[in-house]
């Protein structure tokens, strides 16, 4: 069980501590990054693939793989992937476990969408971003003070992007 009846605190959230909302984080990213540009490989481009996805996190029943696709786009382009959002709609139900709404999932997909909508509305959305490096593209969760972050790591992406900005300066200084 994740999420608000699991007792998380939004105070213990904020402050990085791990617990369910860690929990909710590290599964929204597993499945905003089921593509790898550089690998080029995506887990939903198989049911197999998706199926052990699903079933290495205990998620239960596996989904409809074109409506897992829209979904991640549509979840990515809302991280700034793009230049359009990609309308998407999903389901899931609140009941009632001892008196505690919580929300119930019926499958993988609305395990991953119960899992967006704690983050978001325990305001932590705007942490998700997706890696400004052209071949990375991946969804990262910033984590730093004052949300900053550009790159899903600074010692890759970063120290990439950076080096090559560099080259870039220092052949328009030889060309002049």
Do not use: Y
Request: charged content about 25%; some cysteine; aromatic content about 6%.
């Amino acid at each position: 069980m994740t999420g608000l009846a699991a007792g998380w605190d939004h105070a213990t959230f904020a402050h990085g501590r791990a617990g369910d909302a860690e929990h909710d984080v590290e599964l929204l990213l597993a499945f905003l990054n089921t593509r790898d540009l550089e690998l080029g490989t995506d887990v939903l481009d198989s049911a197999a693939s998706w199926r052990a996805w699903v079933t290495e996190r205990g998620l239960g029943p596996v989904s409809d793989l074109p409506k897992l696709r829209t979904a991640r786009t549509a979840l990515r382009s809302s991280l700034g992937e793009g230049t359009k959002a990609v309308p998407f709609s999903g389901t899931v139900q609140i009941e009632l476990s001892q008196g505690i709404p919580t929300i119930a999932t019926t499958d993988a997909l609305q395990a991953v969408l119960a899992a967006a909508a704690r983050v978001a509305l325990l305001g932590s959305w705007d942490r998700f971003k997706i890696c400004q490096a052209e071949t990375c593209q991946s969804a990262f969760f910033d984590r730093s003070r004052n949300r900053s972050r550009t790159w899903c790591s600074m010692q890759i992406c970063g120290n990439r992007e950076k080096a090559r900005l560099w080259r870039e300066r220092t052949r328009a200084l030889s060309a002049s």
